[in-house]
Structures are given as C-alpha cells and as structure tokens.
Nanobody
C-alpha cells in the first residue's frame, strides 16, 4: 500500500503562485508515474500534469507554460509549481501515483483563485 499526503493548497489572487507537494509513504519502491489531477465543482476529475520516474512529463493544454511538475525520487515526493494562476484553476487538486498496476490517490487539497 502507498499513502499520499498533499500540502500547499490555499487561497491566492489571480496572477499569483502556489506550490503543491505530495509525499508518498509505505510501499514506495517501484512507484512509476506520479501526477496531479483536479476536480472543480460539477466537473469531472482531469489530469493536470504527470511525471514518470525517469522524468518524462505530460501537461494538460490549459496549464502548459504556467505549471511545472517535478519529482524527488529520494524523498518520494512530487511537486506542482503553479504560476500565473487563473480563477478557472480553482479546484480540489489530487495527487496520484501508480505502482505496478495499482493507482493510489491522496485526499486532495483545495486551491482557490480569486479574481
């Protein structure tokens, strides 16, 4: 089992920045892809960004050029640096990792961007 704990959410004005962190614990060996998803009220959960163990990244078009995902494989932690935030980025952000063929999710952290 893998446990994921997110931190770093909060309230920020449009144009501001936040950095999310997600630390994995438990059976952390052989964790492959780690990523961030978000879910706004009334909408389905969507991929924001993901990163493989080797560092290959993937971003949603809506965040390209504004968000940066990174990873510390020693600390088993994934980060999401969010710059130039927009009100439409408001959502609960969830961390996810994949180990072998199982997915694990964090509890989510709220990000609210005011206009």
């Amino acid at each position: 089992q893998v446990q994921l704990v997110e931190s770093g959410g909060g309230l920020v004005q449009a144009g501001g920045s936040l950095r999310l962190s997600c630390a994995a614990s438990g059976s952390t060996s052989n964790i492959n892809t780690m990523g961030w998803y978000r879910q706004a009220p009334g909408k389905t959960r969507e991929l924001v960004a993901s990163i493989t163990k080797s560092g290959n990244t993937n971003y949603a078009d809506s965040v390209k050029g504004r968000f940066t995902i990174s990873r510390d494989n020693v600390k088993n932690t994934v980060y999401l640096q969010m710059n130039s935030l927009k009100p439409e980025d408001t959502a609960v952000y969830y961390c996810k990792c994949t180990r072998y063929y199982s997915d694990y999710w964090g509890q989510g952290t709220q990000v609210t961007v005011s206009s």
